[in-house]
């Protein structure tokens, strides 16, 4: 059975980008010439994953296997193409990366550790010798800094299991102190004060959600790159 990757592709009509191009969310704003979100499903297709689509219904290229309506939220979203998967464990991306390539996917799926929760993240360094004029929220622990990527694997059992905590985590997956502060002030002041560490923060996390969970240090910049305001799209043109 092939992989499935989840594309999360939802959005807000009144997201102020989406205003501006008159489209049902940020994920179909023009970009090159084609929605934002086709770039993220080539890459998808490209790597041989079947593809569960979640978001407005219009017609795109490459076409998902499936495609479900958007349920209103990231949560929902992300619930519905969970449901909707045959496989025991899926890849999630958001449909905004208008770079990725199928060399990232193909490199997160080889080196994904076993766990039922693999988040990708990408070194500040990283992003910025290839996006000088990228601007992403990092967070400084000892091996560097670093910033949440925008695909992760799931383990699908176990998402269930863990679904309450895991549901807020995905919420703040940009925002690097809230997490923190999810996980204890212990680890949010070693967070503020660089002192933590990659194996220190994954026991943690595992710890609270019952769920063993490993951060994936990631060596392309494009899983770390998304559009979320205009001023974004003007940089990447």
Same mark, same amino acid.
């Given at each position: 059975?092939?992989?499935? !990757?989840?594309?999360?592709?939802? #959005?807000?009509?009144?997201?102020? @980008?989406?205003?501006?191009?008159?489209?049902?969310?940020?994920? %179909? /704003?023009?970009?090159? #010439?084609?929605?934002?979100?086709?770039?993220? @499903?080539?890459? %998808?297709?490209?790597?041989? %994953?079947?593809?569960?689509?979640?978001?407005?219904? &219009?017609?795109?290229?490459?076409?998902?296997?499936?495609?479900?309506?958007?349920?209103?939220?990231?949560?929902?979203?992300?619930?519905?193409?969970?449901?909707?998967?045959?496989?025991?464990?899926?890849?999630? !991306?958001?449909?905004?990366?208008?770079?990725?390539?199928?060399?990232?996917?193909?490199? /997160?799926?080889?080196?994904?550790?076993? !766990?039922?929760? /693999?988040?990708?993240?990408?070194?500040?360094? &990283?992003?910025?010798?290839?996006?000088?004029?990228?601007?992403? &929220?990092?967070?400084?622990?000892?091996?560097?800094?670093?910033?949440?990527?925008?695909?992760?694997?799931?383990?699908?059992?176990?998402?269930? &299991?863990?679904?309450?905590?895991?549901?807020?985590? @995905?919420?703040?997956?940009?925002?690097?102190?809230?997490?923190?502060?999810?996980? #204890?002030?212990?680890?949010?002041?070693?967070?503020? %004060?660089?002192?933590?560490?990659?194996? #220190?923060?994954?026991?943690?996390?595992?710890?609270?959600?019952? /769920?063993?969970?490993?951060?994936?240090?990631?060596?392309?910049?494009?899983?770390?790159?998304?559009?979320?305001?205009?001023?974004?799209?003007?940089?990447?043109?």
């Amino acid at each position: 059975m092939s992989v499935e !990757a989840i594309v999360l592709a939802g #959005g807000r009509a009144d997201d102020p @980008l989406a205003q501006k191009f008159g489209v049902a969310s940020k994920t %179909l /704003v023009p970009h090159r #010439g084609r929605p934002l979100v086709e770039y993220t @499903l080539e890459a %998808l297709a490209q790597a041989g %994953l079947d593809i569960i689509f979640v978001g407005p219904q &219009t017609a795109l290229n490459p076409p998902p296997k499936i495609s479900l309506p958007d349920r209103g939220s990231l949560i929902a979203n992300l619930e519905a193409g969970i449901n909707a998967a045959r496989g025991e464990k899926v890849l999630v !991306a958001t449909g905004d990366m208008p770079f990725l390539s199928v060399e990232a996917v193909r490199w /997160v799926l080889q080196n994904a550790p076993e !766990a039922g929760f /693999v988040y990708s993240i990408i070194a500040k360094k &990283t992003i910025e010798e290839r996006f000088p004029k990228m601007r992403r &929220t990092y967070a400084r622990i000892r091996e560097g800094s670093f910033t949440g990527g925008n695909i992760v694997l799931i383990d699908k059992k176990l998402f269930f &299991t863990a679904l309450p905590l895991l549901k807020r985590a @995905l919420e703040l997956r940009k925002n690097s102190l809230a997490l923190a502060r999810m996980i #204890g002030f212990g680890t949010l002041l070693q967070v503020l %004060l660089g002192w933590a560490d990659i194996a #220190g923060l994954e026991a943690k996390v595992s710890q609270i959600i019952g /769920v063993p969970a490993r951060a994936l240090i990631t060596p392309y910049a494009e899983v770390g790159v998304d559009v979320d305001k205009e001023e974004d799209l003007q940089w990447l043109s």
